[in-house]
């Protein structure tokens, strides 16, 4: 078994998701009291937060980076970065680790294309909803058509996202909130959504909505222990 090795604490709610659903997928393949070879490094999601609402992603690159080596010198095999907004710097990491990336989005396409979807909807910050490097990703490597909500719920998803769920604050409302939008991009014509920021499978499950729900975080994590045990 490969020793997986996370960089957490963005935030550390959605990490321990990660840590859960990897060792329970580790049980469910290899039985017993079997468990995951895990490297966990979790940053300070207060120090990172600051720098990405500043646009000071070299800064945040920085301590990404240190985390990774730290990785590789615990003697990780790998490493998955626990939240979709900082594969934004998943080229500057990966260019100085030896190790390799599982990248979120190529996990999440790949289980996409799969299952045949061809038009999807993107949640997540407005990092990721907003900018290149998640979205363009899925469209030009993949073929993948990815609708955003608009301004306002873009502002709504994003608020949501830094006040409560990363604060372990799962509101009723806010829930509403989301399944309201994941119903307007439906009505746009994508065939599901992907939950692009770790936290929001805190409030949104499938059973939720009619509209298929593809949560990252399960994905990501699912490919990690794939990796781990191939």
């Known amino acids: 078994m490969k020793t997986i090795g996370l960089i957490g604490g963005m935030s550390w709610e ?110 997540g910050t407005r990092f990721t909803m907003e900018e290149d490097f998640y979205k363009s990703r899925l469209q030009s490597l993949y073929g993948i058509e990815v609708l955003i909500p608009n301004e306002e719920d873009r502002q709504s998803v994003h608020r949501i996202i830094y006040d409560e769920l990363c604060l372990g604050k799962v509101e009723n409302g806010s829930r509403e909130t989301y399944i309201n939008i994941i119903n307007r991009l439906y009505e746009q014509g994508v065939q599901a959504v992907i939950l692009g920021c770790t936290e929001i499978a805190l409030l949104i499950q499938q059973e939720h909505t009619p509209v298929r729900l593809y949560d990252t975080t399960m994905i990501h994590a699912e490919s990690a222990v794939k990796l781990a045990l191939k």
Not at 14 to 22: D, G, K, P, V
Not at 107 to 120: F, P, R
Request: charged share 20%; glycine share 4%.
């Open 14 to 123: 959605s990490t321990a998701s990660y840590y859960a659903f990897i060792n329970q997928q580790v049980k469910a393949e290899l039985g017993g009291l079997h468990s995951a070879k895990v490297c966990l490094y979790s940053v300070n999601f207060a120090e990172i937060e600051v720098l990405q609402h500043a646009n000071k992603w070299h800064e945040a690159s920085v301590i990404l980076i240190d985390a990774a080596k730290r990785l590789e010198a615990a003697g990780a095999d790998f490493i998955v970065i626990c939240t979709n907004t900082m594969h934004k710097l998943y080229s500057e990491i990966q260019a100085e680790t030896q190790l390799p990336i599982i990248h979120i989005a190529d996990a999440t396409a790949e289980q996409l294309k799969k299952d045949g979807i061809e038009k999807v909807g993107l949640l």
